[in-house]
């Protein structure tokens, strides 16, 4: 009997493709099902959370491609939510722009202040570019709280309800469709973006940019755009929440949001596209699990719902360093050895 020991590619056809054995097309299969399934059954509190899991998943991605992807460091990323959740809504709610086109302007907007924000990164490197993007999150969400004219300062900014075609998007249900596919989509352009020139240069940079530079790369131009580029799938998240949620105001930005995306990418797997999600899933699901949790669990002991937001933020940050001591490379690389377990059994040493 023998066994295959690897996967051997004898055309560029086959090396190009994002599929190659049939076990990973059976299981594409299953998760195009699971999500075609989940609308239909889930309670209206687990799709609230379905729909929040998919446009954390698209801020994840976009933050993975300029920390896992590139190397960089980003604090900013409540900061740049804010940009493409106050550009898409204003232009939608004082303009009367389609939503659709109001996001693409939301994404463009972002991706140019994300860019400005980048600036830093050719000159600092490490602890340094953190605290100057961590100076992009308070600089934003202090332009929105002060600049009244536009943003409504500390009010909440009213987005009117979103229409495509004819179809009002209201309710759990019909918006978890759309959010859907922006997910598939984002999910699509980042794993592509890689398997190009662009995105091998953005893994070039990370991994040592003195070389990248010797062999023609110019890590100040790439840099700049693999700022640009992650903060486009951030705007793309920051409009999807806004029109979601038909209500923003900048307490949805903060701090505690941008140290969030962080720990997603660090718990599903840093330089991975499907670890973004993984890492998307567990923290929102975390949450969520122990607010029902301490529901369930009120009336029997009735401490653990009073001391519930301390035990949320003592589980996330018990997690983190879980993660960062026993499996750094996060959830994907879990998955990976697990894989790689039931395709070499007997053989699995």
């Known amino acids: 009997m023998t066994a295959a020991t690897g996967v051997y590619h004898t055309t560029y056809q086959g090396d190009l493709a994002l599929r190659n054995t049939r076990s990973e097309y059976v299981r594409l299969g ?3 099902l699971v999500l075609v399934v989940i609308p239909f059954v889930a309670s209206p509190f687990w799709l609230t959370v379905a729909n929040q899991i998919g446009i954390a998943a698209i801020g994840a991605i976009g933050l993975n491609i300029l920390v896992g992807y590139t190397g960089q460091i980003s604090l900013g990323q409540g900061g740049f939510l804010a940009v493409g959740a106050y550009t898409s ?3 939608v709610a ?3 722009l389609p939503f659709p086109l109001a996001m693409l302007a939301a994404v463009l907007v972002t991706a140019a202040v994300g860019t400005f924000f980048g600036l830093p990164a050719l000159r600092l490197k490490g602890l340094y570019l953190a605290i100057a993007t961590l100076a992009s999150q308070f ?8 600049w009244d004219a536009v943003t409504g300062g500390t009010g909440a900014l009213v987005v009117p309800p979103s229409e495509l075609f004819g179809v009002r998007f209201r309710g759990d249900f ?6 859907v596919g922006f997910g598939v989509l984002a999910t699509l352009a980042a794993t592509n973006l890689f398997r190009s020139g662009l995105g091998r240069t953005f893994i070039a940079i990370r991994d040592h940019d003195i070389a990248a530079e010797v062999v023609g790369v110019d890590p100040l131009r790439y840099k700049l755009l693999s700022f640009a580029v992650s903060s486009g799938f951030v705007g793309l998240a920051g409009a999807l929440t806004a029109h979601y949620t038909m209500i923003v105001t900048w307490e949805r930005f903060t701090l505690d949001v941008s140290i969030l995306y962080l720990a997603m990418i660090i718990v599903g797997g840093l330089g991975s596209v499907s670890g973004s999600i993984y890492g998307a899933i567990f923290m929102i699901v975390l949450p969520a699990a122990i607010q029902q949790m301490g529901t369930a669990l009120r009336s029997v002991v009735p401490a653990f719902s009073r001391e519930l937001p301390a035990i949320q933020t003592a589980v996330f940050g018990l997690v983190i360093i879980l993660f960062l001591v026993f499996e750094p490379r996060g959830i994907a690389r879990i998955w990976q050895r697990i894989k790689d377990y039931v395709r070499l059994w007997p053989f699995r040493y």
């Open 94 to 96: 004082n303009f009367g």
């Open 174 to 179: 019909t918006w978890y469709w759309l959010i």
């Open 30 to 32: 299953l998760a195009a």
């Open 139 to 146: 600089v934003i969400i202090w332009v929105v709280r002060n």
């Open 89 to 91: 809504g204003l232009l």
